[in-house]
Nanobody, 122 residues
Framework: QAQLVESGGGSVQAGGSLTLSCAASERAFITNAMAWFRQAPGKEREFVATIKWGGVSTYYAESVKGRFTISREDAKNTVYLQMKSLKPEDTAVYYC???????????????WGQGTQVTVSS
């Protein structure tokens, strides 16, 4: 079964930057799209960004557009989320997900990582 492993989370002050990585165990299991979601305490998991394998098509949540950039390195089966101008409201556990289509709903993704904590202090 495909495994997704996130890394790169941590604590940063508002205005700072972090880059998250998500390594997929096997490309064969990752058919079409990769995405990042996040979940803050007491809140539902929300979509952050998605990207299609083999292409450059990306899509972002309005709350992160212009600050976050999703990219992928096919040769390494790795997806990145570069986060800039971080705000306290970006604090959450960030999850990597893989699925058939680059949707914005969690149920559209079949595989999930264990999550990595991002904490932004004011």
């Amino acid at each position: 079964q495909a495994q997704l492993v996130e890394s790169g989370g941590g604590s940063v002050q508002a205005g700072g930057s972090l880059t998250l990585s998500c390594a997929a165990s096997e490309r064969a299991f990752i058919t079409n799209a990769m995405a990042w979601f996040r979940q803050a305490p007491g809140k539902e998991r929300e979509f952050v960004a998605t990207i299609k394998w083999g292409g450059v098509s990306t899509y972002y949540a309005e709350s992160v557009k212009g600050r976050f950039t999703i990219s992928r390195e096919d040769a390494k089966n790795t997806v990145y989320l570069q986060m800039k101008s971080l705000k306290p409201e970006d604090t959450a556990v960030y999850y990597c997900a893989a699925g058939l289509i680059p949707g914005t709903m969690a149920y559209e993704y079949n595989y999930w990582g264990q999550g990595t904590q991002v904490t932004v202090s004011s």
